[in-house]
């Protein structure tokens, strides 16, 4: 499986971007599409997530309510809206795929090289 971020740029606080994931390959093999972020000097922390068979979604706390993840109608892309930006929010955002919508990275087995968010003050 093969993932590729796009969407990501500087916006002000308060501001959207809305994130994308192409996925290709095997993408039958996992059922779950997450994105994940890492600012500098931190671990890498989940975002939200979502299942291909059920639609079930999970969000961190501190994205839930202004971020939302979907799905496109083929098995091959996810999306991230995200709405009222915060300067928090500036990471380096990362698409995963893996067995189940869970937080920890250790469900994901593929991951994308990333799309940089800043969100300036």
């Known amino acids: 499986v093969q993932l590729v971020e796009s969407g990501g740029g500087l916006v002000q606080a308060g501001g959207s971007l809305r994130l994308s994931c192409a996925a290709s390959?095997?993408?039958?093999?996992?059922?779950?599409m997450a994105w994940f972020r890492q600012a500098p000097g931190e671990e890498r922390e989940f975002v939200a997530a979502?299942?291909?068979?059920?639609?079930?979604?999970n969000y961190a706390d501190s994205v839930k309510d202004r971020f939302t993840i979907s799905r496109g109608s083929a098995r091959n892309t996810v999306y991230l809206q995200m709405n009222s930006l915060k300067p928090e929010d500036t990471a380096v955002y990362y698409c995963?795929?893996?067995?189940?919508?869970?937080?920890?990275?250790?469900?994901?087995?593929?991951w994308g090289q990333g799309t940089q968010v800043t969100v300036s003050s």
């Open positions: 995963a795929a893996g067995a189940a919508a869970w937080s920890s990275p250790l469900w994901y087995d593929y």
């Open positions: 390959g095997r993408t039958f093999s996992s059922d779950a």
């Open positions: 979502e299942t291909w068979s059920g639609g079930s979604t």
